[in-house]
């Protein structure tokens, strides 16, 4: 069965710290552009960090210095270490695997190709 299962999510002070994971199962990580999105209530889905080809990555604005997106293809999983956690970064974290590299990675990917996304997991920040 194709899936990603997120885990890692939970409650965390301003300042804190977290780690994300994502387990992929029925395809292999690095056969796509994994990357990480949120959506925050009331707000759309935007792109967090990403694997843009080439082993490089990118990261929006918002949580570059703060955030590491990385891979471990042995253990077939996606990982996403948050620091210096702000209550604006509240929302459910998705991991997707993508066909292309996902727009985090410049303005020439504007589209959104996912095979396949996770079903969220829950980032709470209090002040």
């Known amino acids: 069965q194709v899936q990603l299962v997120e885990s890692g999510g939970g409650s965390v002070q301003a300042g804190g710290s977290l780690t994300l994971s994502c387990a992929a199962s029925g395809f292999t990580v690095n056969a796509y552009f994994m990357g990480w999105f949120r959506q925050a209530p009331g707000k759309e889905r935007e792109g967090v960090a990403g694997?843009?080809?080439?082993?490089?990555?990118a990261y929006a604005d918002a949580v570059k210095g703060r955030f590491t997106i990385s891979q471990d293809n042995v253990k077939n999983t996606l990982l996403l270490q948050m620091n210096s956690l702000q209550p604006e970064d509240t929302a459910t974290y998705y991991c997707?695997?993508?066909?292309?590299?996902?727009?985090?990675?410049?303005?020439?990917?504007?589209?959104?190709?996912?095979?396949?996304w996770g079903q969220g997991t829950l980032v709470t920040v209090s002040s």
């Open positions: 694997f843009c080809g080439g082993g490089g990555t």
């Open positions: 997707a695997a993508l066909i292309t590299p996902g727009p985090v990675c410049g303005s020439r990917y504007a589209g959104l190709n996912v095979a396949v």
